[in-house]
């Protein structure tokens, strides 16, 4: 399974200055061990523990926490409308009928964050992410940009299908839902609450839990769109492993994901401030 294209880069709003604009230039994510049999990364996802491996609770709907209104929905479809328009290739298989333009339409306007999320026509950072979320911050709202290119390290690979744009996007939103456990996280980084192993389980850990997200939209959503829809699984994270502990096993190049964004933005970043501050790592 292909997962790359799905790591998000996530990027803090500016407005601060200093260490903390540094800290904040990419951002990262959550959790708290909360007994021996269930570990909570946000408070209404429990992580469930089967000897040493644990797989989050995730079942379908997934939860829309938060009331959004006819005005918010309105915002909603024109976020839509403005991501195809700028990435066509949307358009192919989808359109404001399909179950998946209305979930995300849904999401666009808040049922999941809270607050509105804007569409972003620029490019993800960096080049070869597929695609990312910038997080609200300081009054600033957040948004998702989709790369309508496949890529391959910094070289472009061909233009995206429709069916993977799709999937990037939903991805994007369903990370944003754990924004408030990303600012947390950042906060127990700077705090010198988490050790640099640590900080890339937690990071894994939530990306872990919206690959699941993802995958149920596609089960739920993606495939009731029509017989017509190409069976690219792969992109929704359709073969994602049982646990955890066995997805996050098959990474073991340490110059690639997770060590690289996470463990480099915490020499990067983390390390320097809790320096600067006086401050090491518990």
């Not at 570990?39 to 997934?62: C, E, F």
């Not at 070869?128 to 998702?144: E, L, N, Q, R």
Request: hydrophobic share 35%.
């Amino acid at each position: 399974m292909n997962q790359n294209f799905r790591r998000s880069r996530f990027a803090v709003v500016a407005g601060t200055s200093g260490w903390v604009a540094l800290a904040l230039a990419f951002y990262i994510v959550v959790g708290s061990h909360s007994g021996p049999w269930f570990y909570k990364w946000s408070p209404s996802i429990p992580w469930v523990k089967t000897g040493q491996r644990t797989r989050p609770v995730v079942t379908w709907p997934l939860p829309e926490s938060y009331k959004v209104t006819p005005g918010d929905l309105l915002f909603g479809e024109q976020q839509v409308e403005r991501m195809v328009h700028d990435r066509p290739e949307m358009a192919r298989m989808v359109n404001s009928q399909s179950p998946v333009w209305k979930w995300c339409v849904r999401n666009f306007a808040g049922v999941s964050l809270g607050q509105r999320i804007y569409w972003n026509s620029g490019k993800p950072a960096p080049p070869d992410s597929g695609a990312d979320h910038v997080i609200p911050f300081d009054g600033k709202p957040g948004y998702i940009r989709v790369d309508e290119m496949r890529r391959i390290g910094t070289g472009d690979a061909g233009k995206a299908s429709c069916e993977e744009l799709w999937a990037k996007a939903v991805f994007e939103l369903n990370n944003m839902a754990n924004d408030p456990a990303f600012l947390q996280i950042y906060n127990d980084a700077l705090a010198g609450k988490l050790d640099r192993n640590r900080f890339i389980e937690r990071n894994t850990r939530l990306e872990y839990l919206t690959e699941l997200k993802t995958e149920l939209v596609h089960k739920n959503l993606w495939r009731q769109s029509g017989s017509e829809f190409s069976g690219g699984s792969y992109y929704w994270g359709a073969y994602i492993p049982d646990t955890y502990e066995m997805w996050i096993s098959a990474y073991t190049d340490r110059t690639s994901y997770p060590w690289i964004p996470f463990g480099s933005y915490y020499d990067e970043q983390v390390v320097p401030y809790l320096k600067s501050v006086g401050k090491m790592p518990q």
